[in-house]
């Protein structure tokens, strides 16, 4: 008797083959069990669970969560088995635990299966091939296949997903033994696996041997018919197979070993789908969680699920819409010959109904609907590292709760809970634990008193969570000795010593401050490239600003910034002589983030100057003042010759002597008058072409409406262009492309009504301006041309 036709007569222990996400294999282990009553439960997973499945059972835990177990000493080193509401796994364990059943799992422990590799299921050199067994064919060329696939092109289906909806999901479970569909698959897996051998799958005979060893252990202790097993379809065969349990500890001999932990985290949707990289995924977790959770009429609901997101934003859909887009999806299905109207179905009819034809909704109900974004929950009680229970005392203290849909949060630090959220999400942050990103304001806010979130919470983030716990039980702790650790124990370059000290300003971290002040003072005065030491200016010089609004001081950073300025100041005319385009693309980026940072810092350190000097009546402190005012004025005066001279300089490259230019101007320290000479000269003809755009892009860069309103400007750059040689033509267009495609589209279509019109487009006698450059005076025709639209906007009597 084969082990299937044992299963179905009830001889033999029960083993229920599924696939691991899927709302029909659900239903269908759900009346299995219910129809045989086992004593016993085994399921697929690692052995370390059997001290936490108990907690399945909790009111707190809520679905999707997922098994994470971790390396005790490599905590990054994990692995993660995931269970969703219409898990079939998760449906037996909640049938087991309900009425006392014992659960077991069964699958390799997961101290072996963090520390195996590829490495070690190669087969040792001389080994002797298994009692009874043959060498496979190919099975150096074994290519991983999927069972699913395969048996949907023997059925005849281009499409696994669509065939297993019909042969499984789409089912009913009233039938007269729910038991003969696992026997039918498990028959079916086990033709594959005589064809295919492990399929590619070289973990799994290791696996499978650990299955049956445990299997053994539950038959013997409560017989056959009591015991239950429910697992991947494709691991059915291997445990029916005729193997003695000698030989199958002789293939766990020997594994590789770790110390493991295991806990329950929670999960997501977003996460169960195949297109986040997860092996068992599957295309649509959402809508699955839809199917088995309908009581009745699953498209009817849908369709009306669909209908109230689409409303949501704003677009017109009504009960007419919801009633005919299920009737074109019923149809589909009568055409396709499907036993119910499938996804597939379901997107064509919102697609041809709801959304009028159009893609574009069909990504949002995609994304929050098909996909999905439902994090779970798991109770207070489950195994977790003082770091993570630490952390989740700060959420709940800052009101801030993880969630797995992406939001935007603004922060007035002004306010006391948003200063700590603020706190938090840095220190996580410096922890590398990413669950928020510091985003553009909405409000378009400049202060240093807001700040723009964008969260959401990955599950992998309990990972990194558990990675962190190794720098402290706390947040703030860990936070502290890992910026403790960056500046003392490795040698980060410049750039990222500054952004450290940004980080814990932002983070207020006062016991890590000295030490990476400390190393920031040495790095700085070491170091002698003027690009890195530019690099490095902006970050320094914004965690000045930080002092204000968080109560840090921050004057020691400050007279930091101050040398790193002038170290700056100093260096950067020759370091930018000889370079080439490249070079001189990556000095203009350096360039402007410097420009930006000096100023930001003489207006700071003058505040600072002041703030210092008043209600003080005394001449120490009044020196203070005058010397924090004269530092700060002496060093962007400094600053601005340094600038001067480069815009003067043949010697440089035209990009960088434009841009020089182009800032001194919108600083007010170059004249109209004076910008205008230094572009004619540039512009002449004994300037070599290329040199001359390279200029242009320079001056030009970051904005257009330099051009708007001065169209003295606009007529030498429109004069030069019209008189560049054809054969240099070609080869300026890419910069002039590069130089104008940063402008608004608004811009640049003003700029070419203005060369369009040539009497707007001319150098001005006497330097005066000439009007707006969109033409000269009222068109009085054109404007009466509006006056009946306004009197009926207005009203009759508005005396237009």
Request: glycine share 10%; charged share 25%; proline share 6%.
């Amino acid at each position: 008797m084969t082990a299937a036709a044992a299963e179905k007569d009830g001889g033999g222990p029960l083993l229920l083959g599924v696939r691991h996400h899927g709302p029909g294999s659900a239903r269908a282990v759900r009346a299995a069990l219910a129809a045989r009553e086992p004593e016993v439960l085994l399921v697929e997973g690692p052995p370390e669970a059997d001290a936490v499945v108990q907690l399945a059972a909790d009111e707190q835990m809520v679905p999707p969560v997922a098994l994470l177990a971790h390396a005790v000493n490599e905590p990054g080193k994990a692995a993660f088995w995931p269970l969703a509401e219409f898990s079939p796994e998760w449906v037996a364990i909640r049938w087991a635990l309900e009425r006392g059943v014992p659960v077991r799992f069964m699958d390799l422990p997961a101290a072996h299966a963090l520390a195996l590799t590829d490495a070690d299921l190669e087969p040792e050199a001389g080994a002797e091939p298994e009692e009874g067994a043959e060498p496979e064919e190919g099975a150096e060329d074994a290519v991983r296949i999927d069972p699913i696939a395969v048996l949907a092109e023997t059925a005849g289906y281009d499409d696994p997903e669509r065939w297993w909806e019909d042969v499984v999901e789409h089912r009913g479970v009233g039938r007269a033994d729910p038991v003969a569909p696992f026997a039918a698959l498990g028959e079916a897996m086990g033709a594959l696996r005589e064809a295919h051998g492990d399929g590619g799958h070289r973990r799994d005979l290791v696996r499978e041997a650990h299955m049956r060893l445990r299997l053994r252990e539950a038959r013997k202790e409560f017989g056959d018919a009591a015991t239950a097993v429910v697992c991947g379809a494709w691991h059915v065969p291997a445990l029916t197979a005729r193997t003695t349990a000698t030989a199958d500890r002789q293939l766990l001999k020997g594994l590789p070993k770790v110390k493991a932990e295991i806990t329950w985290v929670p999960w997501t949707h977003r996460r169960l789908a195949r297109r986040s990289g997860y092996g068992a995924g599957i295309v649509s977790p959402g809508w699955y969680s839809h199917l088995f959770s309908a009581p009745d009429r699953p498209v009817e609901r849908w369709m009306t699920k669909v209908a109230g997101l689409l409303r949501e934003e704003d677009r017109g859909v009504s009960s007419a819409h919801v009633i005919e887009a299920v009737r074109l999806a019923d149809t589909l299905a009568a055409m396709r010959g499907r036993p119910l109207a499938g996804l597939t179905e379901t997107t064509d009819a919102i697609r041809a109904v709801m959304c009028e034809g159009s893609d574009v909704p069909l990504g949002l109900i995609q994304d929050r609907l098909i996909v999905g974004d439902v994090l779970g929950e798991v109770p207070d009680a489950a195994p977790a590292v003082p770091l993570q229970r630490d952390l989740a005392r700060q959420q709940r203290s800052v009101r801030l709760k993880p969630e797995a849909a992406e939001r935007e949060l603004d922060l007035d630090l002004r306010k006391e809970t948003d200063a700590a959220r603020s706190r938090l999400l840095h220190r996580l942050r410096l922890l590398g634990v990413d669950w928020g990103e510091p985003s553009r304001s909405r409000t378009e806010s400049t202060g240093t008193f807001r700040e723009s979130w964008r969260l959401r919470w990955e599950p992998e983030l309990s990972v990194r969570v558990a990675e962190a716990g190794v720098w402290g039980t706390t947040v703030h702790e860990a936070a502290v000795a890992k910026a403790r650790s960056q500046v003392l124990e490795s040698d980060p370059p410049l750039a990222e010593v500054t952004a450290l000290a940004e980080l814990c300003l932002l983070a207020e971290l006062p016991e890590a401050l000295p030490d990476v002040m400390r190393v920031l003072a040495d790095r700085a005065a070491l170091e002698s490239d003027v690009g890195r030491l530019a690099q490095a200016l902006p970050a320094l010089v914004r965690t000045v600003r930080y002092g204000d609004v968080r109560g840090t001081d921050a004057r020691a950073l400050g007279r930091v910034a101050e040398g790193l300025a002038e170290r700056v100041c100093v260096g950067l005319p020759p370091a930018c002589v000889g370079l080439d385009d490249e070079g001189a693309r990556d000095m203009r980026a350096h360039l402007d983030a410097a420009h930006q940072a000096v100023g930001l810092l003489a207006r700071e350190r003058t505040g600072e100057g002041e703030s210092e000097g008043a209600g003080a009546g005394a001449d120490e402190e009044t020196g203070g003042q005058d010397g924090a005012e004269g530092t700060a004025a002496g060093l962007m005066e400094r600053w601005r010759a340094m600038l001067r001279g480069l815009a003067r300089r043949d010697l440089m490259p035209g990009l960088l002597r434009g841009r020089c230019a182009r800032l001194l101007l919108d600083d007010g320290q170059l004249s109209d008058d004076e910008a205008a000479r230094l572009m004619g000269l540039v512009l002449s003809p004994g300037t070599p072409t290329a040199d001359a755009a390279a200029w242009i892009e320079g001056f030009l860069a970051g904005g257009g409406m330099l051009l708007l309103h001065d169209e003295r400007l606009l007529a030498l750059v429109d004069g030069w262009l019209s008189g560049v040689p054809g054969d240099a033509f070609t080869d300026v267009l890419p910069l002039l492309r590069r130089t104008f495609a940063e402008y608004e589209p608004g811009v640049r279509r003003s700029l070419g009504e203005l060369v369009r019109r040539p009497s707007a487009v001319r150098a001005v006698p006497g330097g005066s301006m000439a009007g707006t450059g969109f033409g000269q005076g009222l068109d009085a025709e054109r404007a009466d041309a509006v006056l009946e639209t306004v009197r009926l906007l207005l009203g009759e009597g508005a005396g237009v």
